[in-house]
């Protein structure tokens, strides 16, 4: 008996096992996107109908442009690397939310919310970009789901309630809420260092390949951490993205290797 549910966890273990593209880092997810895509659909149109779309269209609109332009560039890297089916099946969406709070996040399967809080900290159209390819990278390499399968998640009530597409089930919702760092609500967890690490340089790759200027991804962090230093308390974004110096150096540090990497598969998957 003991055997046989070593051998089950080995199995589970090498099924579940698998590489981000890009950085070649070894994960184990135990959520596929069969089973989580349908509950992500459903948690954000939920949020959607409980919030505020934001009225000002010219700045809505940029969300939407921006999001459209760096999405293409992940959809275009996954058409052309073997994740076909991910590319069918991501249904991204960009939202600016009417919200004092200095926040915004991306669910799984592509569903991004900004809210007007983090506009004075993008600043610029750049800005924008620099803020959306940290959030679609974190999608693109399916942190959340990680959170999910990890003692966290678990804790948090385990991937049977996470999968639930019930959208207004609030034990669920407070899950995804704490998960993706959905609200204000205090109690989100923070991501780890691997993966913000991995979603700066992912995310670099891909604004450059959409034609944006990486160097204001720098710019953002830059005026976040003036921003939390001026008010005293962290803005809602850093409290699940924690800011240092070390992480603005690591982005100036990888930035020229990011141009290498995005001019090559610009021409890798721009050639067809
Ligand atoms: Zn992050």
């Not at 991501?191 to 670099?204: C, F, I, N, P, W």
Request: overall charge positive.
């Amino acid at each position: 008996m003991k055997r046989s549910i070593s051998v089950l966890l080995v199995f589970i273990f090498l099924v579940s096992c698998s590489t981000v593209p890009i950085t070649g880092r070894k994960r184990i997810n135990v959520v596929s996107d069969a089973q989580i895509l349908p509950a992500s659909f459903a948690q954000y149109s939920g949020f959607l109908s409980e919030n505020k779309l934001s009225s000002d269209v010219s700045k809505s609109d940029e969300i939407k442009s921006v999001g459209a332009r760096i999405s293409k560039a992940v959809d275009r890297y996954m058409r052309a690397n073997g994740m076909t089916a991910e590319a069918d099946s991501y249904r991204w969406e960009f939202n600016l939310i009417e919200d004092e709070t200095v926040n915004a996040w991306c669910m799984p399967g592509g569903k991004v919310v900004f809210y007007t809080g983090i506009l004075p900290i993008c600043d610029n159209v750049d800005g924008v970009a620099a803020v959306m390819r940290h959030e679609v990278a974190h999608a693109f390499a399916k942190h959340g789901q990680e959170r999910m399968t990890s003692s966290y998640g678990q804790q948090l009530g385990g991937i049977a309630v996470a999968i639930s597409t019930g959208n207004k089930d609030p034990r669920t919702k407070e899950l995804w809420n704490t998960i993706y760092g959905v609200g204000s609500q205090v109690g989100m967890l923070a991501y780890s260092r691997t993966h913000e690490t991995e979603a700066d340089k992912l995310g670099v790759v891909f604004m450059i390949m959409a034609g944006y200027n990486p160097n204001e991804a720098v710019n953002v962090w830059v005026r976040m951490s003036q921003r939390a230093a001026a008010q005293n308390a962290p803005p809602e974004f850093l409290s699940t993205h924690p800011s240092n110096q070390t992480r603005i150096k690591n982005l100036k540090d990888w930035i020229p290797q990011a141009k290498v990497i995005a001019k090559k598969l610009n021409a890798q998957t721009l050639a067809n």
